[in-house]
């Protein structure tokens, strides 16, 4: 391993950006490897929890894992052309980034100098905090799409799916560094599978694992343990975020008032009305509609971004542009609508189906509270199901 290597620092810029043939090349590679006819982003989407979830939960058989506010990555281990091991990290706006292949690895349980190729792997990279304050990437794994060119998982159950990639990828993994610890540091990242508890886990997931994390955590995603893997919005995972913390996504559309001169400016030569650019502009929210015939269609939010004049001056100082920026907004106490982020990491804001799953989530607010309160009743469910499908084997 390449021990001039060093862990990576920017999450958002992993590595280098592939352009051009190369690109549409690894798209096809990827669409044919998982039998799609797409070329887009194939990972699954969650939708936003609301109330009829909880029938869901207790109905159907979920696990629960915290929702890490990191960066969505699928990983892709292949071979470049001369047949080294080769990794790419592929984001939501289908973008490939390639890791440097000297330091990152993944032996085969039977051969630690042979490598996974034809492989997907579904995860959230995050920075840790370190005691000393340093900052460790990690890669954490919920899912698997393919394994060594065999994409028939994509049908199987997630368990089965977690279960194949703990057994050929992890376990070999954690084998290579427990036998050279040394290396790790200088590993791009860490791998770890994501912990999921059952989803009547939940008391657990609030009283130890989320106060135990070591990077910033925005809620918890319940997936349906028997689903297929399902490309694009996923039915079956459920987005779980505190009542407050509910967000969408938007396209800023800043809109300047025109003023007249001054007596000051007129005596400078302005005479006729100019744009302001320095006063809080009104701040409109566009949803995205979908794309008709390759061109993208908004449509205007009913509620406006409230901007102090503080957080203006702010973003003015910035020096960014601003006009037609991705921004991920939230409701405050007052029911406005405030800026949260920037979403860089996107192409498009939310989708107008999106937006409202979204507003349904917030009308239809469950409060951890209330999540706790129903565990009991999700545990007594999952124990009545797994007790009738022992009583119909025995049959």
């Given at each position: 391993?390449?021990?001039?290597?060093?862990?990576?620092?920017?999450?958002a810029?992993?590595?280098?950006?592939?352009?051009?043939?190369?690109?549409?090349?690894?798209?096809?590679?990827?669409?044919?490897?998982?039998?799609?006819?797409?070329?887009?982003?194939?990972?699954?989407?969650?939708?936003?929890?609301?109330?009829?979830?909880?029938?869901?939960?207790?109905?159907?058989?979920?696990?629960?894992?915290?929702?890490?506010?990191?960066?969505?990555?699928?990983?892709?281990?292949?071979?470049?052309?001369?047949?080294?091991?080769?990794?790419?990290?592929?984001?939501r706006?289908?973008?490939?980034?390639?890791l440097?292949?000297?330091?990152?690895?993944?032996?085969?349980?039977h051969?630690?100098?042979?490598?996974?190729?034809g492989?997907?792997?579904?995860?959230?990279?995050?920075?840790?905090?370190?005691?000393?304050?340093?900052?460790?990437?990690?890669?954490?794994v919920?899912?698997?799409?393919?394994?060594?060119?065999?994409?028939?998982?994509?049908?199987?159950?997630?368990?089965?799916?977690?279960?194949?990639?703990k057994?050929?990828?992890?376990?070999?993994?954690?084998?290579?560094?427990?036998?050279?610890?040394?290396?790790?540091?200088?590993?791009?990242?860490?791998?770890?599978?994501?912990?999921?508890?059952?989803?009547?886990?939940?008391?657990?997931?609030?009283?130890?694992?989320?106060?135990?994390?070591?990077?910033?955590?925005?809620?918890?995603?319940?997936?349906?343990?028997?689903?297929?893997?399902?490309?694009?919005?996923?039915?079956?995972?459920?987005?779980?975020?505190?009542?407050?913390?509910?967000?969408?996504?938007?396209?800023?559309?800043?809109?300047?008032?025109?003023?007249?001169?001054?007596?000051?400016?007129?005596?400078?030569?302005?005479?006729?009305?100019?744009?302001?650019?320095?006063?809080?502009?009104?701040?409109?929210?566009?949803?995205?509609?979908?794309?008709?015939?390759?061109?993208?269609?908004?449509?205007?939010?009913?509620?406006?971004?409230?901007?102090?004049?503080?957080?203006?001056?702010?973003?003015?100082?910035?020096?960014?542009?601003?006009?037609?920026?991705?921004?991920?907004?939230?409701?405050?106490?007052?029911?406005?609508?405030?800026?949260?982020?920037?979403?860089?990491?996107k192409?498009?804001?939310?989708?107008?189906?999106?937006?409202?799953?979204?507003?349904?989530?917030?009308?239809?607010?469950?409060?951890?509270?209330e999540?706790?309160?129903?565990?009991?009743g999700?545990?007594?469910?999952?124990?009545?199901?797994?007790?009738?499908?022992?009583?119909?084997?025995?049959?």
């Open positions: 391993m390449d021990q001039g290597a060093q862990p990576l620092r920017d999450i810029g992993p590595g280098v950006k592939a352009q051009g043939d190369l690109l549409r090349e690894l798209r096809s590679e990827v669409a044919n490897l998982l039998g799609r006819n797409s070329y887009n982003f194939p990972g699954a989407q969650p939708v936003s929890f609301s109330r009829r979830h909880m029938d869901e939960l207790r109905r159907e058989d979920y696990y629960v894992c915290e929702k890490s506010d990191g960066i969505r990555y699928l990983l892709y281990l292949t071979s470049d052309e001369t047949g080294a091991e080769c990794h790419y990290l592929v984001d706006k289908n973008d490939y980034w390639w440097s292949q000297r330091n990152l690895h993944f032996p085969l349980a051969d630690r100098t042979a490598f996974h190729t492989t997907l792997i579904d995860g959230e990279l995050v920075l840790d905090s370190l005691p000393n304050g340093d900052k460790e990437p990690k890669f954490l919920f899912d698997l799409l393919a394994l060594d060119g065999k994409a028939d998982l994509l049908s199987k159950p997630l368990d089965k799916r977690l279960g194949y990639f057994e050929h990828v992890m376990k070999p993994y954690k084998s290579l560094f427990a036998a050279f610890p040394e290396e790790l540091k200088y590993q791009a990242f860490k791998v770890e599978m994501k912990e999921m508890q059952f989803s009547y886990g939940i008391e657990m997931m609030f009283r130890e694992v989320l106060p135990s994390l070591k990077h910033q955590n925005d809620g918890l995603i319940f997936t349906c343990r028997t689903s297929q893997y399902q490309f694009g919005t996923d039915q079956h995972i459920l987005k779980w975020k505190a009542p407050h913390e509910n967000t969408v996504d938007f396209r800023l559309k800043l809109n300047f008032p025109l003023v007249e001169p001054n007596e000051l400016e007129r005596a400078e030569g302005y005479t006729e009305p100019f744009v302001d650019y320095e006063s809080v502009p009104e701040a409109r929210l566009l949803i995205f509609t979908g794309s008709d015939r390759g061109k993208p269609g908004y449509e205007e939010f009913k509620d406006p971004l409230y901007l102090t004049e503080d957080e203006w001056e702010t973003l003015k100082s910035m020096g960014d542009p601003l006009q037609d920026r991705l921004v991920e907004c939230c409701l405050d106490e007052e029911k406005r609508w405030r800026l949260y982020r920037f979403r860089d990491d192409t498009e804001a939310n989708h107008i189906s999106t937006v409202n799953s979204v507003m349904q989530s917030i009308k239809d607010a469950v409060g951890e509270g999540l706790l309160a129903a565990a009991k999700i545990k007594d469910s999952w124990k009545l199901r797994q007790q009738q499908q022992h009583q119909q084997r025995e049959h």
